[in-house]
């Protein structure tokens, strides 16, 4: 079964600098989907950023960044010139699609509540 | 285009009742998944409607159903509640296809208080 862990409950980054968020999973499959989501306080889960298995090339998104390391099963997300607005809880997310019979399933790890301090 | 909304946003209800949410996708999305997150579970998969028929179905107990109507709308039926219940309900549609077009987008939730 596909497993996904995100190994920091907590973290905080000064406003301005640069953090990293750990994600990684198990999974034998070859074709996959990742994803990191961002839930703020009483708001809305929101798509950050997501990467194909099959592209090497790592994922970007305006200051959201990740690095993918297929072999290791290893997926961060790099927040540049972190904003108070970036404080939130972030998802790392699976997915797994089954070619022909159209379904998919998402995995998502348990979190991590990020804070953005002044 | 209109993000997936749910409704009620918020509910409280007692042990041993009953209760309904809904979830209206994005337009043009077919697909609608439901999610429990709690703080100690994380979120967890509930179950997700494609055409009106159930395509994946996650670990719950059969308390927990739901169904999906020809314009896409989902509900999700929770009966003889449990104390245990008490977590955001997250409900997020797709467009049918494969690989990122499957990407989700998530309505704002159900936050449900089991009294």
């Known amino acids: 079964a596909q497993t996904v862990t995100q190994s920091q409950p907590e973290m905080s980054v000064q406003e301005a600098e640069t953090v990293t968020l750990s994600c990684t999973y198990d999974t034998s499959e070859n074709n996959y989907y990742l994803f990191w989501y961002k839930q703020p306080p009483s708001r809305q889960m929101i798509l950050v950023i997501r990467?194909?298995?099959?592209?090497?090339q790592n994922a970007t998104e305006n200051r959201f960044s990740v690095n993918f390391q297929k072999a290791a099963k290893s997926f961060s997300l790099k927040i540049s010139d972190s904003q108070l607005g970036d404080t939130a809880m972030y998802f790392c997310a699976f997915m797994k699609l089954k070619f022909g019979s159209g379904t998919y399933k998402y995995i998502f790890g348990t979190g991590t509540r990020l804070k953005v301090l002044a | 285009k209109a993000g997936v909304t749910q409704t009620p946003r918020y509910l409280i209800k007692t042990r041993g009742q009953q209760v309904t949410l809904s979830c209206s996708p994005i337009?043009?999305?077919?697909?609608v998944s439901w999610y429990q997150q709690t703080p100690g579970q994380g979120l967890q998969f509930l179950f997700e409607?494609?055409?009106?028929?159930?395509?994946n179905k996650g670990n719950f107990p059969g308390r927990f159903s739901g169904r999906q109507f020809s314009n896409s709308r989902s509900e999700m039926n929770v009966s003889t509640l449990e104390l245990g219940d008490s977590a955001l309900y997250l409900c997020a549609s797709s467009f049918p296809g494969q690989g990122l077009l499957e990407t989700q987008y998530f309505g704002p939730g159900t936050r449900l208080l089991v009294l």
């Open positions: 409607y494609f055409s009106e028929t159930q395509r």
């Open positions: 990467q194909e298995a099959y592209k090497q």
């Open positions: 337009s043009g999305h077919r697909s």
